[in-house]
């Protein structure tokens, strides 16, 4: 079967790929663009360790076909921190000590950075209901939960 | 928190306790950190595994000549495949592997045991064709009755999944074919009289189900073969060193041949102690002479990596007025999976370690039933049997009218005592747990209607085994730190606390690795609680081995004896004539090592026999929806002993971590199989772990009674936070609703019945 081209921006850069028809976007990130940062937990939606943006709405990649994204904006993990350093969200992950075996860690950073986006000053029931949808089995969220806020506080210019 | 007098006590510590930030943090929030399936080698193939569509059949022909012939396709690999190997034991770790089950699990062998038992494995040049080509090979089965249930597995006419095996153990055994794989049994003093004697009896069948640890990153490898036989394996697992060995043994391999690289773990609990993937890749990258990679689907994980065994307990306990436990009576069965090998060994060991209780009986039965063969997880076994007796306990509380941690403290035990399993007790902190689970708020914060508040308690061995650990100064004074144990939860800072503590170097000067098993000594398994306990023993002891040489250098540098330079606060001083020399810091004698004898470096190895056992009290507040069933956990709290607290944080998150995993057991997880034995939930839609919006924040008290075993009092803190809370939050949803259950999990429709049933 044919190949699709696709073009489309992941973390502000221009990407072209080709991909098969029933590919995810998932598959293509890790395997054809050495994108692993994007981790996959269950290729069914349930788990979160595949977050991404695609056009700033966070979406599991593992459910997104990658011909899908022609034309529109992927944020991954690799594109979070900056030349200036680790976003405030990075940082208050450290701290807070909010990872374990870290593999949950990257949906979760993206998954944080789509919430505060939307909701710069979240309650934390609002961020555990936001958050829902990336299982961490190390943590029991206490400490994820703290650094989210955390991260809000100190990206609103206060300090928690 | 309390810290009583003991070894390391007196010690003030400079870095040990302190809160640095992990050393491997920064690739793992930037997702830079390579895991299980993140490696990709120039010309490697994807491996897909065929599975079993039947949870109990006879395989009477295998043909793989269609699969062979599809495009892509480089190798095929089945059971044929596998040297035949005899029975026997091999240690791994916590556990007793036999090897022909470890093989026969890996790739079904005549038989199939278990709906997605691996039947055959394929090489291709994509994943698409791997699995493609699984569906060409043509597998003849003769399908036999499955046993799903203990009570299936005990029944007289069930069918047998080992024909001809015989049960071991403790008599009275089984005659002829049997489930029952092992029987152990045990008593203490005169347990029927003592029954009479006592005022208060509670006894009933405590139901847990099978659960899975559940870990985000599922099983993966990437191997390497070579035409001189050599093995490169990469994959997640908490031991190099054991895959190694089973690798090796599984094959019938020289184990010199075999290289054992652990990528980054996203994630164990004890179900990354054992192998699936490996030799089969191993196989597959002979076959094609290529590199093979292969990553389970989290279907694959939940049908065929092993869960931890579901549980029928039966207990009988009988108290005086006083509470004072007079007799205790257990009969355990434990789902095994299609292979012996349950953990009701340590289940009946930890049944009783907590309390003084004068005349005891256990008898445990390891059953194998038509599901995924159990592997280790978190503390195997002590939550199922802490889950019956910590319930019992909570029973009697309630009909004596005594408040559920008083009636713990009367029973507790204490330094001095001798536990159920054998051992006398050194410095313990039970007591110190129970007390300060009494002195917390929560204990104290009014419940509204329909809300109840659950107490329980748990303990356990933690293990001690080998470990090796090497210590360089680069010549900038700063220091690099190695050792063989996957980091699952935060140990790399841990071992690296521990270096910078002994050398008084700040954290950021030492680098934590975690080598491969060419590059490092042995280490045994991440797990039974024991990295920082043993391999930080080992840091320590490698630690004072690069001291020794430090002060010799500093003596060499002043033209005095050795004796009269001491190591202090990160620099050598001298004593005793030389104390006329300005103090060497680790830099200044670093710079100068190419002229007093080279390059500086130690290694030391441990192997202690015993760890300091763990114990925890956990308190969970629920609230029950009484129109829905829905349990709402309203505030909980860890409280353990963690000896001495090398990096609190991470201690912290194992109490929390674990503390989540039990609440989920207790309300939500569970394996559902339909009729023929397929599994129905084998995804996290409906296999429900809790999400972030399921909890409240999980609050920790870390009591700190030093471990007089370890230079620092440290004691191992990963397994003993599951124990408690199946009992926790169990209590806490019977109390809630006023009637006692006794079935895990206490999902909606459960609790909803038990509230009918009171009803009437």
Redesign the interface.
Known sequence: MAKIQVQTTINGETFDYLCDGQQSLLSVLRDELGLTGTKEGCSTGDCGACSITLDGQLVPSCLVLAAEAQGREIGTVEGVSSATGLHPIQQKFLEHAALQCGVCTPGLIVATRALLLKNPNPTEAEARYYLAGNLCRCTGYDKIIKAVLDAAASMRGESA | MSNQNGSGSDRKFKVVGT?P??H???D????????G??L?LPGMLQGAILRSPHAHARIKKLDVSKALAMPGVKAIVTSADFPEIGSGGMAAGESHIDPKDLQANIMARGKVLYHGHAVAAVAASTI?QAREACKMITVDYEVLKPVMTLAQALAKDAPILHEGRKAVGVPPLPEGDTNIMMRLANAKGDVDAAFKGADVVVEGWYEASMAH??????HATVVTTRENGQAEIWCSTQGPFAVKSMVAVTLQMDPNLIRVTPS??????GGKTTIYLEPVAVLLSRKARRPVKM?M??EEVFRATGPTSGTRIWAKLGVKKDGSFVAADTRMEFEAGGFAGSPMGAASMTLYAAYNIPNFRFEGLDIVVNRPKVAAYRAPGAPNAAYALETAIDELAQKLAIDPIDLRLKNAVKEGDVASYGPKYDRIGFIECLQAAKNHPQYKAPLGKNQGRGVGAGFWFNVGLQSSATVSINDDGSAVVRTGNPD???SRASMAITVAEELGIPVERVRPLVGDTDTVGYCDLTGGSRVTYATGMAVIEASKNVIEHLRARAATIWGCEVDAVEWRDGQAVGTNGASNNKPLSLADIAKQMAHTGGPIIASASVNPPAAGPGFGVHLCDIEVDPETGRSTVLRYLVVQDAGKAV?P??V??QF??????GIGWALWEEYLFDKDGKMENP???DYR???????P??DTVVVEVPNPLHPYGVRGVGETPIVPPLATVGNAVSRAIGVRMHQLPMTPPRVLDAIETKKG
Do not use: C, W
């Open positions: 809160r930030i992990r491997d943090g920064l793992k929030v930037t997702g830079r950190a390579n895991y399936a993140d990709a698409e640890q559940g870990y985000i990153e599922p980054e773990i996203g994630g164990g609990f990553v689907s989290r699952i939860g935060g990096h944080s991470y912290e998150g929390q971590g674990g503390a989540a995993q995804g996290f839609l772990m809790p999400v972030a919006s399921d909890l924040m999980i």
